[in-house]
Nanobody, 124 residues
């Protein structure tokens, strides 16, 4: 059974930082794109960041580019999201995701597995 377990969410003041982690179990995902989506109250789930298996290529939504950094440790089956300069509009539930594909992960339809989500709240 595949499980994605996220951690690291919480409450932070605007301008602060948080680091999210997502560890996968049940199988190895080292060859697949992994990433993060987020969903704010009353809004659709949206892409935030993704990373290919080698870590050589990363992709970011325009809204987080320059502030968030995604990384992965394939030996630990773990993907990370370092979030700096947080804004109130970053408040959302953040979901870890594993792609169905080896090279892309930008849309909800690309996702094979979801984590349970972790709440990030940024106070202004």
């Amino acid at each position: 059974q595949v499980q994605l377990v996220e951690s690291g969410g919480g409450l932070v003041q605007a301008g602060g930082s948080l680091r999210l982690s997502c560890t996968a179990s049940g199988r190895t995902f080292s060859r697949y794109v992994m990433g993060w989506f987020r969903q704010a109250p009353g809004k659709e789930r949206e892409f935030a960041a993704a990373i290919v298996w080698s870590g050589a290529n990363t992709y970011y939504a325009d809204s987080v580019k320059g502030r968030f950094t995604i990384s992965r440790d394939n030996a630990k089956n773990t993907v990370y999201l370092q979030m700096n300069s947080l804004k109130s509009e970053d408040t959302a539930v953040y979901y870890c995701a594993v792609s169905k594909f080896l090279t892309s992960l930008t849309e909800v339809g690309d996702v094979a597995y979801w984590g349970q989500g972790t709440q990030v709240t940024v106070s202004s």
